[in-house]
């Protein structure tokens, strides 16, 4: 089983993170105030490679669509039709990322990888981009508690379409990219991902997904225990894993979290989907994580092991358990106000007030001697 070679995976820059840190500290406000955001500032400065961070030009989410043999065993609240019926929904912007993405400036791409849809434009996306045939890897994975999901030529081209769309979404100018998932039957396999590269039960990481009964969970353990009884061989193979218990959607989005890895660009994670495929791109290319920051914790216990393991903690916490990218969406916001109180806000000099570390006001304020402490405008007051 080959892949292309990935390259080395850059780490962020230090020097830039430095001069961030510098500039919150000189911010007219107490040293961290702004909480998280002073954090995620930092991280931008670090991966734009420069202080302060730019703003966003083009916020990009890319939603990978693929169907799972597992779905027709009942696992899903939700019969298998319904990944193709979304698709074409994505692609007409009626579903929650769309809207979502509006109300950012952002815009979405629907990538189908196995889904067997006559929908005009559905497979390539709301702009008309990726026809079908380049990038359809198989019609259905495999059912993955009897028969691997793919074969060794099926998992690599899934991994390298998905760099392949992440090449193309830098070259034409995405600065911030969103992934998102649809796939009846993608949370079991999901999970089965997870437990098995973090040596967990099945009962640790099954999740309701689409919200089914104790039925349908039922049915879920025991398809989970059984992909993992299949898988675990190749748990130090995260390429293999997919290929066994994974599905060309996970291959793909891993293989697109990598890349924008490799060139250079911000990743906000969406649920538990997005993170078990994140989980194995950074056991197939360590340091990829430094590019990602996690959007929403989901519902979904096999996340939450997975943030845990990768040592992200993410910016919302809503009950979120949809996909698609959208609890991904809704944390940009978070990422636009740290780029613009990092880059915008006056300094204690630009703005003539004093720091509270040695009572005086900046060079640029003049002298400010023989003023009474007391009557100093405070943070809140500029």
């Not at 070679?5 to 040293?31: C, E, I, N, S």
Request: glycine fraction near 10%; charge should be negative; proline fraction near 6%.
């Amino acid at each position: 089983m080959q892949t292309k070679d990935t390259g080395p995976v850059p780490a962020l820059d230090t020097d830039a993170m430095t001069a961030a840190r510098q500039r919150q500290a000189a911010l007219t406000k107490p040293p961290g105030a702004l909480g998280r955001l002073e954090e995620i500032s930092i991280w931008l400065a670090g991966v734009q490679a420069v202080c302060p961070p730019r703003p966003f030009r083009r916020i990009r989410a890319i939603v990978i669509a693929g169907d799972h043999g597992i779905a027709r065993t009942g696992v899903s609240a939700f019969a298998p039709e319904v990944t193709a019926q979304m698709v074409a929904n994505f692609a007409a912007g009626g579903a929650a990322v769309n809207v979502l993405a509006r109300t950012v400036g952002a815009s979405v791409r629907v990538v189908d990888v196995s889904v067997d849809t006559d929908k005009p434009g559905a497979p390539g996306g709301v702009d008309g981009t990726a026809p079908a045939e380049r990038y359809r890897v198989r019609r259905s994975s495999g059912r993955i508690d009897v028969e691997d999901a793919l074969t060794a030529d099926e998992v690599s081209r899934a991994f390298d379409v998905g760099r392949a769309v992440a090449d193309e979404e830098v070259d034409a100018g995405a600065d911030l990219l969103i992934p998102g998932d649809m796939g009846i039957g993608n949370t079991t396999a999901s999970a089965a991902v997870v437990a098995t590269l973090l040596d967990r039960e099945p009962i640790e990481v099954v999740g309701r997904g689409t919200g089914i009964d104790d039925s349908r969970w039922m049915l879920k353990t025991a398809a989970i225990r059984d992909a993992m009884r299949r898988g675990r061989p190749w748990a130090d193979d995260p390429l293999a894993l997919l290929r066994v218990a994974g599905g060309a959607d996970l291959a793909a989005l891993a293989g697109l979290l990598v890349q924008a890895a490799v060139r250079r660009t911000p990743v906000v994670l969406d649920g538990v989907v997005v993170c078990a495929a994140a989980l194995a791109a950074e056991a197939y290319a360590p340091g990829s994580k430094a590019w990602w920051i996690a959007g929403t914790r989901s519902t979904e216990p096999a996340q939450h092991l997975t943030l845990a393991s990768l040592g992200l903690e993410p910016l919302l916490d809503l009950g979120l358990r949809l996909g698609e990218g959208t609890g991904a969406m809704l944390a940009v916001n978070l990422l636009v106000a740290a780029q613009a109180t990092l880059a915008d806000m006056a300094t204690f000099d630009q703005a003539g007030v004093s720091d509270k570390a040695d009572g005086k006001a900046g060079d640029k304020a003049g002298d400010r001697s023989g003023t009474d402490p007391d009557d100093t405008p405070t943070p809140d007051a500029t």
